[in-house]
């Protein structure tokens, strides 16, 4: 199984602060990696696809890039709504894996 | 607008079955890959089983005891849950798979508000 290793588990952070997320896969994924986004008790979010994709509707501070095992999401200018958990996903190879989330935190 | 509504989650007893169903709209149902995710209690997603192009796939975990199906006439997913455990006890979500229309579809797009499912006596 592909495994995807999620960094830092969690972060404080300001409004106004650029965050940068970590995604590593086990093994080369291409560019087969989502990023999704979830409040408490709501549904996740689509951010990103396809490594780089921005979703539809997604604000243009969310960013992402990598190819190959090593993968980035950004977020340019830390708004107050931006404060979550985060996901990466990858959809290379079955069975699909989640990373284990990233929680983004008022500092 | 595009619309998933869980249905089916219940307290059920270890070794017990369930079905979740799925209803879709605001989409072409027929056209799109579906899938299954779930979130055991303050705990990480976990990808369960999708349908794509026909196909049935599972995780690890619910091999042999899940079983995915859809029927595109009635714009609804199912989840046949069998020899139900402890450590099925999560919010199940229904997710829909996109296609960015360049022939990439694996990213979920959209999702379901989720259903409570728990395994305990």
């Known amino acids: 199984d592909i495994q995807v290793t999620q960094s830092p588990s969690s972060l404080s952070a300001s409004a106004g602060d650029r965050v940068t997320i970590s995604c590593r896969a086990s093994q080369t994924i291409n560019s087969h990696l989502n990023w999704y986004q979830q409040k408490p008790g709501k549904a996740p979010k689509l951010l990103i696809y396809a490594a780089t994709n921005l979703q539809s509707g997604v604000p243009s501070r969310f960013s992402g890039s990598g190819s190959g095992t090593d993968f980035i999401l950004s977020i340019s200018s830390l708004q107050p709504e931006d404060f979550a958990t985060y996901y990466c996903h990858q959809t290379y190879g079955t069975p699909w894996t989640f990373g284990q989330g990233t929680k983004v935190e008022v500092k | 607008e595009v619309q998933l509504l869980e249905s089916g989650g219940d307290l059920i007893q270890p070794g017990g079955s369930l079905r979740l169903s799925c209803a879709g709209s605001g989409f072409t149902f027929s056209a799109y890959n579906m899938g299954w995710v779930r979130q055991a209690p303050g705990k990480g997603l976990e990808w369960v089983s999708s349908?794509?192009?026909?196909?049935?796939l599972y995780g690890d975990s619910v091999k042999g005891r899940f079983t995915i199906s859809r029927d595109n006439s009635k714009n609804t997913l199912y989840l046949q849950m069998n020899s139900m455990r402890g450590e099925d006890t999560a919010i199940y979500y229904c997710?829909?798979?996109?296609?960015?229309?360049?022939?990439?579809?694996?990213?979920?797009?959209?999702w379901g508000q989720g259903i409570l499912v728990t395994v305990s006596s």
């Open positions: 349908i794509v192009s026909g196909t049935p």
């Open positions: 997710a829909k798979y996109g296609d960015n229309g360049r022939g990439y579809k694996w990213y979920l797009d959209y």
